[in-house]
């Protein structure tokens, strides 16, 4: 077979390069984000037609049994997960795509005596291998076969500046000599470090390091890209690297959080995790028939939907609330705040896929003026996005998160499994606010109820 | 390709990055996660590569299972994020295009 020529191998390659930003580019809108999506795996597709093209390849049955099994593997799993269980596939799949960088990078260092290579080379190795190891832990907090709460012992820093200290040894050692002995020693470092970079990670701020490792998986692809001279790869990885960093940065402003606080707060000892102690000051509960008249004759209603009506798998029913509120003349809204759900945009997917249209989702900066007209805000298993104590209390773990101003809102009903506080570990002062009334209960059990009484008033 | 021409390009790319997503709504960041997942499983390019340049069973088998991985980040990320985004509708559109065309097959039943 011949092979297709250099220049015509590298038009393909950039036509590839640019379908990826035309991808990226398409997310920054609802209406143009799935074509996006589409182009980018057109260009994906394109890619990969154009190296069995244009290099000389061995095995080719064995590499398309592989890509077969990957495929098999993958397609089904994409296609079933729950919406819920999103934030761990995604880790879980960024974590593969680490691990393939960095056995790349393995794979090559016999093919090369040039030392800039082997420094490209053993910056694949090390944070493709953190990356993929990282990936792994943060996939077990998530799916729960392990504890959310931030794992530390006493020498973990040290731990860590020692494997690091090895890890670059090692590193110098690979670039000047290329010995495979110490390569595969660097690979297990970076798995070393990749684990103890994500252990003290406690509770909320785990997706932000989904995010994190989403961008070192790109830049491992984009160093490989240098070892093999390949310039998509370069290119991709460049990109995801980049826009992964910022996503990164959007993600931690939205939580009052910098970047190294988050990766490095537990190893000061200021973790996110609080306590689980229950409050015993009074609050005012009431019956669903209460809480329907409230929505039923208001002109506006603020839904702030939490984490809490993903686990009960409610937002089908809120969905529905919305709907019969609305056939009643009342105008609703949902305020999703940037880290509602178990990772940012999370709740949006979530609402999404009740139908709800994303015109009602609003975001918290255009949202948040518009309490003040609210009759009521109908807080729906969400807590700390909306503790006011982000903004008065200095020395409480969520100090400076930006919150939703539910208390702005006339009436506030909270739905709520229990008085334990959330994620963070809080009490939330305005549970006790005499305009806030609460519901107990599963948040869907509550929500069919509300829907039920709102239907026959 | 030379060196400089590489840097080049790493450098302009890491602009293109940043300006592609510094506007994104907070509407679409897991999508936007999930895409940008899906961008860097392109590494199955060069798993194929180096696949194909080996001699050694041993070295095969491992680019084989780096073939495995990257085809799972790249094919996953991409079906996992199209599942996500079909399901962000806008207000004026019908909330199931197959209910529509079910409807439709029904009136044309029934004529």
Sequence with gaps: MTLLDPTWTALLYLAAAACFILALK?????????????????????????????????NVPWIVGAIAVGSVVAAPVARRVQMTQMPQLVALFNGVGGGAAALVALLELSHTGDAWVRLAIVFTLLVGAVSFAGSGVTFAKLQGLMTTRPVTFPGLPVLMAVVLLAAVGAGIVVILNGSLLLALALLILGLVAGILLVLPVGGADVPIVISLLNAFTGLAVAASGLVLGNVLLVVAGTLVGASGTILTRAMAAAMGRSVAGIMFGAFKGGSTAGSTAVSERPVRSSSPEDVAVLLGYAQRVIIVPGYGLAVAQGQHTAAELALALEARGTEVDFAIHPVAGRMPGHMNVL???ANVPYESLKEMSDINPEFKTADVALVVGANDVVNPAAKTTSGSPIYGMPILEVADARQVVFLKRSM?????????????????????????????????????? | MDGMSLLTITVLAVFVGFEVVSKVSSTLHTPLMSGANAIHGIILVG????????????????????????????????VVTDRMLEMFRGRQRPPSSVVSSEEHAGKERGR
């Design chain 2, 47 to 78: 798993a194929i590569i180096v696949a194909g340049q080996a001699s050694d069973p041993w070295v095969l088998a491992v680019a084989l299972l780096a073939v495995v991985l990257a085809t799972a980040n790249l094919v996953g990320g991409f």
């Design chain 1, 351 to 353: 609402l999404a896929e």
């Design chain 1, 26 to 58: 398409g997310l920054n809108s609802p209406r143009t984000a799935r074509r996006g999506n589409l182009i980018g795996g057109f260009g994906a597709l394109l890619a990969v037609v154009t190296v069995f093209v244009s290099v000389k390849l061995d």
């Design chain 1, 420 to 457: 334990r506080p959330g994620f963070a570990g809080i009490e939330n002062e305005l549970l006790h606010e005499p305009q806030t009334t609460l519901l107990f209960g599963d948040a869907k059990d509550s929500l069919t109820k509300v829907l039920g009484a709102v239907k026959a008033l």
